[in-house]
């Protein structure tokens, strides 16, 4: 996909996604054709869909094949979803969903130091404060919940609802059969009584 074509879908105009690899442009402009009924929820055709598509660029940005995409905003972004959200879809309920987490992580610090999510759609920017929202590190829900605060009431109170989970039971309960975690009494009362699932 070009940028003329990311443009016919994606308000905003072009200057901050030139030099963007045409790649790198299929993935946003798949996310962002995609919308957010799509972002959050559990569809296995759309998983399916962004698997067939992706699972080839998800490997490479993985190896760090396409870490020269660190170079505009969107490229970045398209870093961060295939490192971020392609695993979430793609390799739902398996190990593998969180095995890019860090790397992730890692783009995320430095887009963000670079202050891309501000050069990004504002429909688009909450998916740089995601790695940190999916980590189970305190300090990382902490920057979530301070970066959600730019977004919207919303995004925050996700952010914030992940934090207090991190903070109460130091991890995902959810995760817990996904990784051959110990499930103990605590976390399986909380899942029980329907409390974050994932």
């Known amino acids: 996909m070009t940028m003329d074509a990311i443009a016919t879908v994606e308000p905003g105009g072009l200057a901050a996604r030139k030099n963007v690899p045409d790649a790198a442009a299929a993935v946003v402009g798949f996310w962002w054709q995609a919308g957010p009924a799509a972002w959050f929820a559990k569809d296995a055709a759309f998983d399916r869909e962004f698997r ?6 998800h490997e490479a940005a993985a190896r ?11 490229g970045a972004l398209a870093l961060i979803l295939l490192l971020d959200q392609f695993p979430r879809n793609a390799f739902r309920d398996t190990p593998r969903m969180y095995a890019s987490d860090a790397k992730a992580r890692a783009i995320a610090t430095e887009a963000i130091d670079a202050g ?35 977004i919207g009431p919303s995004d925050l109170k996700r952010a914030e609802h ?37």
């Open 162 to 198: 992940h934090r207090d989970i991190i903070r109460r039971f130091g991890r995902f309960p959810h995760r817990n059969p996904i990784l051959g975690r110990a499930m103990h009494a605590q976390e399986q009362r909380f899942l029980d009584e329907g409390g974050f699932a994932g």
């Open 116 to 150: 891309f999510q501000r050069m990004v759609d504002p429909s688009l920017r909450l998916f740089f404060g995601l790695p940190f929202a999916h980590s189970e590190a305190i300090a990382d829900q902490d920057r979530s919940v301070a970066l959600s605060r730019d």
């Open 64 to 74: 760090g094949d396409c870490d020269g995409w660190m170079a505009t905003p969107y």
């Open 52 to 57: 067939d598509r992706f699972l080839r660029l």
